[in-house]
């Protein structure tokens, strides 16, 4: 569903000869957003456990625009898990935000820009294989359906990112990203060819405007004496001269 909040349309008359000016119509959409309790709810932008899954290709845009670094809470503040069973260790186990982090060899860290952390769910998510899957198997993955065993990290994080399905993921997400930015997408001329065509219907609307508040100031009739030499068709013929 798609909801359109459409500002008025205000239209400035000047005098002296000069143009009319008119400024145009804004249109908000406001995309597909869940609704809970008749309200729209604007958290999927925010925390990725609120994305209802799979997603519809629009938002899932939407949010490779804003990019990871919005939804990866990687400085915590992190929530306590704790073990069923106690073990010597403890059964406390504590998130850090090492675990963001991939140790190379030479000892250079690298932000594994795939993790993020949902403060409302307290689950480690892998952000481009939640925004990729689309069936049973994709959506059984711990690392999509929400990641909370802490104790497991090591190995689960490298076991992950070095599986088929992610890296694959992987792949989509950053292809995907780049023709974003670089406005190289597949719906970019559709886009441009749809965006051409609202200007040419506005700049109409304009002008039937204008003749519209031309006719009242003047106190001229709308038609005439005969229905096809009215004075607004007449100001219209000129106008498509022009």
Same mark, same amino acid.
């Given at each position: 569903m798609k909801l359109l909040i459409i500002a008025p349309l205000l239209l400035t008359y000047k005098k002296n000869n000069q143009e009319n000016e008119a400024e145009s119509p804004q249109v908000f959409e406001i995309t597909d957003l869940e609704k809970r309790d008749g309200k729209i709810n604007f958290r999927i932008f925010c925390d990725v456990s609120f994305w209802k899954l799979p997603l519809q290709d629009h938002l899932r845009i939407e949010i490779i625009k804003k990019g990871s670094s919005t939804f990866q809470n990687k400085d915590g503040p992190f929530n306590v898990v704790q073990r069923n069973v106690t073990q010597t260790r403890g059964h406390d186990r504590h998130l850090s935000s090492e675990w963001f982090y991939k140790q190379m060899k030479n000892g250079e860290k690298i932000l594994h =820009?795939?993790?993020?952390? =949902?403060? +409302? =769910?307290? +689950?480690?998510?892998?952000?481009?294989c939640r925004l990729f899957a689309s069936n049973i198997t994709n959506l059984a993955s711990k690392f999509v359906s929400g990641f909370q065993k802490r104790w497991k990290l090591n190995p689960k994080v490298y076991e992950h990112e070095s599986s088929d399905n992610h890296l694959r993921f992987l792949e989509k997400w950053k292809i995907l990203e780049t023709n974003l930015k670089s406005n190289n997408t597949i719906d970019a001329e559709i886009i441009s060819f749809t965006e051409n065509e609202k200007k040419k219907c506005r700049n109409i609307l304009y002008r039937l405007l204008y003749l519209t508040l031309f006719l009242a100031k003047q106190n001229l009739p709308f038609r005439g004496h005969q229905e096809d030499k009215s004075s607004f068709i007449g100001q219209i013929c000129v106008f498509n001269k022009g």
């Open positions: =820009s795939w993790m993020v952390y =949902s403060p +409302n =769910s307290g +689950n480690l998510y892998c952000f481009c």
